[in-house]
């Protein structure tokens, strides 16, 4: 098993950039696939962005790509979101999640964390 706890979110001007990061509980955490979903207010929770457990590949949503980047550090069992040129549509909840040695990256998922809010204001 593993737990994941989010942190780095906040408020943020349009045009501005955040980074979240995604701590990762577990010895084997080199082995999981790892994505970001946001969920915005009476929206269906959306992927975002994903990383391969072998850390060869990557997906994003087309509305961010180019402008988020998905990365890790095994060695730190941590997920990054860097977010930049944000939208105020960028505004919702961000949640990480994992799955074990799971190559469809767009999901499912086994793990989640709880969640941290982004707000971009205009």
């Known amino acids: 098993q593993v737990h994941l706890e989010e942190s780095g979110g906040g408020l943020v001007q349009a045009g501005g950039s955040l980074r979240l990061s995604c701590a990762a509980s577990?010895?084997?955490?080199?082995?999981?696939?790892t994505a970001w979903f946001r969920q915005a207010p009476g929206k269906e929770r959306e992927f975002i962005a994903a990383?391969?457990?072998?850390?060869?590949?990557?997906d994003y949503a087309d509305s961010v790509k180019g402008r988020f980047t998905i990365s890790r550090d095994n060695a730190k069992t941590t997920v990054y979101l860097q977010m930049n040129s944000l939208k105020p549509v960028d505004t919702a909840v961000y949640y990480c999640?994992?799955?074990?040695?799971?190559?469809?990256?767009?999901?499912?998922?086994?793990?989640w964390g709880q969640g941290t809010q982004v707000t971009v204001s205009s």
């Open positions: 999640a994992a799955g074990l040695y799971r190559d469809d990256l767009r999901g499912p998922y086994d793990y």
């Open positions: 577990g010895r084997t955490f080199s082995s999981y696939t």
């Open positions: 990383l391969s457990w072998t850390a060869r590949s990557t």
